[in-house]
């Protein structure tokens, strides 16, 4: 079993960064691939961004694409989100996900563990 903790949220104004980090503990993330989802307020979750087991290759969702990076740093068991231009409508709750599998997947259903969230509120 492995746990995630998202950590980096908060309140920002539009145009401006955040960095989010999910740290995972009980086993390395290097058996999996991850994903970062959100939810906003009366929405369905939907997909951010993947990233496969060694990082080779990254998956955006076009709303997102251009602004977010994922990234990976297995030795320190940790993934992050890099957030730049953020947009008001970038406002929800984000997920960490981990697979059991070589690749990430745009999928909610494909993933096998999730982190608590932590809120992104993006200001006018």
């Known amino acids: 079993q492995v746990r995630l903790v998202e950590s980096g949220g908060g309140l920002v104004q539009a145009g401006g960064s955040l960095r989010l980090s999910c740290a995972a503990s009980?086993?390395?993330?290097?058996?999996?691939?991850m994903g970062w989802f959100r939810q906003a307020p009366g929405k369905e979750r939907e997909f951010v961004s993947a990233i496969n087991r060694s990082g080779g290759n990254t998956y955006y969702a076009d709303t997102v694409k251009g602004r977010f990076t994922i990234s990976r740093d297995n030795a320190k068991n940790t993934v992050y989100l890099q957030m730049n231009s953020l947009k008001p409508e970038d406002t929800a709750v984000y997920y960490c996900?981990?697979?059991?599998?070589?690749?990430?997947?745009?999928?909610?259903?494909?993933?096998?563990?999730w982190g608590q969230g932590t809120q992104v509120t993006v200001s006018s």
């Open positions: 996900a981990a697979r059991t599998g070589r690749v990430g997947s745009v999928f909610l259903r494909e993933y096998d563990y």
């Open positions: 009980g086993r390395t993330i290097s058996s999996y691939a």
